[in-house]
């Protein structure tokens, strides 16, 4: 049996010292040996490194996370190299795979899954290329969002024997933005960096649309950013297209901000051009969606809606929270049906959204208002008493509870939501 490649965990930290420790104990018994780049810690994380790390170095920052990952690449010795950051870890379940995967010959490198926590329990998952050979050419590049993935491409055209594999159930769980404060500290930083590097190169294609999401799509200058990328994609060839790892994620974006801008006409293109290069995804399906809906074609919206409900996320595709996406979803069929006065319909599209996401108000409300419009109050009044158990009704509420309790024939079910409408949940 051959010997397992050996693997070189690369990192770069700076005031790292309490996360530090979880992210070494998440890989200390698969990587062979540990290099680290401090960029000027002052909270004891140097002196974490100087015990834990196989090699490491001190180099001043410069604004740029491409110059310090390749010094730390530089200073690995393993045929493998895996680079992450500090706030984050190996899921234990992992490792095996992970492991696995470098043993095969032809891979290149590997995409693994980050998953992105925020406060409040959301979670965002997306693809990563954190694994790859150790090889000359192999380099980061950009001064912010930085990327091995131009390399690998450029080294998987020349030698078409390499390929960059994808695995699904090798999970890294990253925790930097889990604090609001944190986050918006780094998505300021991230927004100089951007700029800054727009500023060197223009026509920077992928932190264009970084910088449009670091500002928010939603914004105007966030969306003028995204528009900008859109239109520079689009006048790239349809092989090079497919080539920028970004590009679905990008034309997903845009077709979704187009569609909510009352662009729906070219919202729906964008989604086909997605899927003619790609594959049907749930977000360009949801696009389209939104756009049929915005020019009240309702048949082919809950068409692709349901496409989209339907929809697995493509592996190697881009990834987002599938939470938002899927409530989203089922609002659209469910407003649809009840607009077209198909309000059993419309219940029933909310029994199981609402089973999917029980804590979610507006599921839950729309919900109760289809059932008093079906003339069925008492088979969804369950769902909002367990809902208002733990909130308190405002006047919406009261106002739905009154109505639901005048329609009602039972007089206990009556008495219990005239008590609700007051403002508190009898026992």
Not at 138 to 160: N, W
Not at 398 to 421: I, T
Request: charged share 25%.
């Amino acid at each position: 049996m051959f010997a397992r490649p050996r693997l070189s965990l690369c990192m770069i930290v700076k005031n790292e010292i309490d996360c530090l420790p979880t992210c070494l104990d998440s890989v200390k018994d698969i990587v062979d040996e540990i290099v680290i780049v401090d960029t000027g810690s002052t909270d004891g994380t140097l002196d974490l490194v100087k015990k834990c790390a196989s090699q490491m170095t001190q180099v001043a920052w410069k604004d740029d996370f491409s110059h310090a990952r390749n010094i730390a690449i530089d200073m690995a010795t393993g045929d493998w190299i895996l680079s992450m950051d500090a706030d984050s870890y190996l899921e234990k379940t992992s490792r095996f795979a992970l492991l696995e995967s470098i043993r095969n010959p032809d891979a290149l490198a590997c995409q693994l899954v980050m998953r992105n926590h925020y406060e409040g329990g959301e979670c965002e998952t997306f693809l990563c290329t954190p694994l790859f050979r150790r090889l000359p050419a192999v380099r980061y590049t950009g001064k912010v969002h930085e990327q091995v993935t131009p390399a690998l491409q450029e080294i998987m055209t020349s030698d078409p024997r390499w390929r960059c594999e994808t695995l699904p159930n090798v999970i890294i769980e990253h925790y930097g933005y889990l604090h609001q404060q944190t986050k918006l500290k780094k998505r300021s930083r991230n927004i100089l960096l951007l700029a800054k590097a727009l500023e060197d190169d223009p026509s920077d294609i992928y932190r264009r649309f970084k910088l449009a999401q670091a500002l928010g799509a939603e914004t105007d200058l966030g969306y003028k950013h995204l528009a900008t990328a859109l239109e520079a994609l689009l006048k790239l060839p349809a092989s090079q297209i497919r080539q920028q790892a970004f590009a679905h994620e990008l034309l997903g974006n845009a077709a979704l901000r187009l569609a909510g801008r009352n662009e729906p006409r070219k919202a729906i293109e964008i989604c086909s051009l997605a899927e003619s290069l790609f594959v049907r995804h749930p977000v360009t399906s949801f696009a389209k969606a939104l756009s049929y809906y915005c020019i009240r074609d309702t048949a082919s919206a809950v068409l692709c809606a349901n496409m989209a409900l339907a929809t697995a996320w493509p592996p190697g595709s881009f990834v987002c929270n599938p939470k938002w996406l899927r409530e989203d979803l089922y609002f659209l069929i469910a407003t649809i049906r009840q607009q077209k006065g198909e309000d059993c319909l419309a219940v029933h599209i909310l029994r199981k959204a609402v089973l999917e996401f029980p804590d979610s108000e507006r599921l839950v409300y729309a919900l109760v208002k289809s059932g008093i419009e079906a003339r069925m109050p008492l088979g969804v009044l369950d769902e909002a008493a367990r809902w208002l158990q733990s909130h308190d009704p405002d006047a919406r509420w009261r106002l739905l509870c009154s109505k639901a309790a005048n329609m009602s024939e039972d007089p206990r079910a009556a008495a219990k939501w005239r008590f609700l409408s007051r403002g508190s949940l009898g026992n």
